[in-house]
């Protein structure tokens, strides 16, 4: 049983819920909830090729320069949408590149800076029950998936569509550098797929995007309303909202964790490498100088995002066509790191895969050695890395968050180093410049 730890509760007017159980309303009946899938198989275990599901549970989108995401998906009770199977196939491809097994949010931890309530938003309250309905408007150009939530039946809940993101590359070839005279340019588009959950008052928007170059960029959005009954921040803990000082909105946290199992090539058993590096004064008139370190992650870690610092995930099952392993950078956004848990005062977290390790805090699964993420840092070897990354925002209110509440975003990207020899959006009149200097020689 899940229970908030708070003393200050969640409550949402009862319309909001229609339709659930009120167990479901406590967060009492999600722990042994089923998974909806295409098929009974485990989110954590290593897959067929994608698309490895039926239609209903497939998503397949060529974007421009050719570029094919493909992936599969399912919902869980508590969690949400889940990603299944996403691979990358660049138009150089013979095949379909794997780069996840899986991916979804592994908690969403809401302290109150007073103290008085902390909720934990995935596995406490009603979150995947809470899945809502998406309007034609909300999905322009793409198609909006039914997905089956137990206890709720058919929710038109998931949508993927397409949405340009601005250029994807811009090169006035000049010819006066030895070039060609040529301007390449290409606008791009990416591949959105996302859903909307409730939680209390809150609106968490689930938000994977995929893009023609490779990158892969998560994002959680949270809008909705504040809490009335949070209006009590008169203790220098909040922020005046109405007029005069008649209501202070209670200042939080949102601290947004996803769990992320790579199978770049097909293959879990992946390699994990930390990058650092060193800047040097210059001596007298001289330039400064600059020495980037590798130091492999053979042990689980708690890391923490510092300046020029950056972690990759390394395939050891497949390379690109120059014989460089293929991997994936981890690229943080924007984020406020909230030190009052042990839990949420690393930024990302590498564990060795264990079945029953699945939400980063409030973790369900009796016999788990701990019920949050830093209690799996145990010293135990990496040979199938679980990555878990943590990007926390302190949400202090204004008056502009009523009414509704704009939406607020925290995120992060991981991006393609030596996935394919050279850009997967290189035009033809440039394919024979890998490596190679512009005048050829």
Known sequence: ????????????????????????????????????????????????????????????????????????????????????????????????????????????????????????????????????????????????????????????????????????????????????????????????VYTVNKASWYEYITEWRFSSDGTITSNVGATGSLSPYDYDGTDGRGWPIGKGASAYAESHSHNVFWRLDFGLDGSNKSKVEQYDSTVTAPRGNGVPTTKTTRTPVTKELAGDVKNLRWWRVVSTAGKNKDGHPRSYEFVPGRSTTFPGRSFTKHDVYFTEYKKCEQYASDNPAANCGGTSVDKWVGGQTLTHPITWVNVGFHHIARDEDQQPMPVHWQGFSVAPRDVTAMSPLTPADLADQNGVPRNGS
């Open 1 to 192: 049983m899940h229970v908030n730890r708070a003393r200050r509760a969640r409550i949402r007017p009862a319309a909001a819920f229609s339709g659930l159980a009120v167990t479901a309303l406590l967060g009492t009946a999600l722990a042994t909830a089923p998974s909806v899938s295409a098929s009974p198989v485990d989110p954590d275990r290593a897959q067929v090729a994608a698309p490895g599901c039926s239609a209903a549970y497939r998503i397949e989108q060529t974007l421009d320069g050719g570029t094919t995401w493909r992936m599969c998906w399912h919902y869980n009770t508590l969690s949400g949408l889940v990603l299944d199977d996403v691979s990358y196939q660049p138009k150089s491809e013979p095949k379909p590149i794997r780069v996840l097994t899986s991916a979804r949010l592994a908690q969403v931890h809401v302290p109150y800076d007073d103290g008085e309530a902390e909720y934990d938003d995935i596995t406490g309250t009603d979150f995947g029950q809470a899945l809502q309905n998406l309007r034609p408007a909300e999905c322009p150009g793409g198609t909006i998936k039914t997905v089956k939530v137990p206890d709720r039946g058919d929710v038109k809940g998931l949508c993927a569509t397409t949405r340009a993101r601005g250029h994807a590359y811009r090169l006035n070839d000049d010819e006066s550098t030895g070039g060609s005279g040529k301007l390449f340019s290409a606008q791009g588009k990416d591949l959105l």
